[in-house]
């Protein structure tokens, strides 16, 4: 079932009309594409789209003239960088890492007012100093990310969240023993883990005023470690590690 759909003009490249971006989002489960489709939005080729959208299944329809008047770019649209099929569909890729990029920021906008609505949201009042501004963004990325394991009920939803926030707050820097220690991830993600934290010092974007790439790349790896978290995983995880 369609939940979501979104249309976008790229810019013009070349002598043919401008291209076209469609992004539906489905319910359930998809297989991820970049369909690249003629003028009459037909399908010619199917590519990955190449970009990270945790949470969300989609299909996204790149219609160009250029597509069917220049078929023998189709080949090696991901091998030739400067044909105008391949700045066509880096322009699409662009637009849909942006697309989900404000859709998941309004996700979380959306769970952490539905959370304030509740009396359940750890914090009061809007962060001011950089060190609180950093905080509280990392805690809303993995809150809203893991927000279906939560448990339901108030005062567990509650008490799970304000756990959630003092171990954010106070061990900061153990990030990586708690992926060895309690989190299930995949070798592609422990390898992109891995780069993200070499050029992370995780304690000092907790606690102090923080490049803006460096705080993102933390945020990207905390959204990482949360997707993989079992089902009913962290209280007993987050309580075993502050314990600890």
């Not at 007012?113 to 509280?136: H, N």
């Amino acid at each position: 079932m369609q939940i979501n759909s979104a249309v976008y003009i790229l810019n013009q490249v070349g002598e043919f009309p401008v291209p076209e971006l469609r992004v539906i989002e489905w319910r359930k489960g998809v297989t991820r594409e970049l369909a690249l489709c003629d003028s009459r939005r037909m399908p010619l080729v199917k590519l990955r789209p190449e970009i990270q959208a945790p949470g969300f299944n989609f299909t996204a329809y790149l219609s160009w003239k250029g597509f069917e008047d220049r078929p023998q770019d189709l080949a090696l649209v991901d091998w030739d960088e400067d044909s105008p099929a391949s700045v066509v569909v880096e322009q699409a890729r662009e637009r849909l890492r942006i697309h989900f990029r404000d859709r998941i920021d309004a996700r979380r906008r959306e769970q952490v007012l539905e959370w304030q609505r509740e009396a359940v949201y750890p914090y009061e009042g809007e962060p001011v100093e950089p060190a609180e501004i950093t905080e509280r963004e990392a805690f809303d990325t993995v809150a809203t990310t893991i927000a279906k394991h939560i448990p339901r009920t108030h005062k567990a939803r509650k008490a799970t969240l304000g756990l959630l926030k003092e171990t954010l707050a106070a061990k900061p820097g153990h990030t990586p023993d708690i992926l060895e220690r309690f989190f299930s991830l995949s070798r592609q993600e422990k390898e992109e883990l891995g780069l993200l934290l070499k050029r992370t010092s995780l304690t000092s974007l907790i606690r102090t005023s923080t490049e803006v790439t460096d705080r993102l790349d933390f945020l990207r790896a905390l959204e990482i470690l949360c997707l993989t978290q079992h089902q009913g995983g962290l209280r007993e995880s987050a309580t075993s590690f502050t314990r600890s």
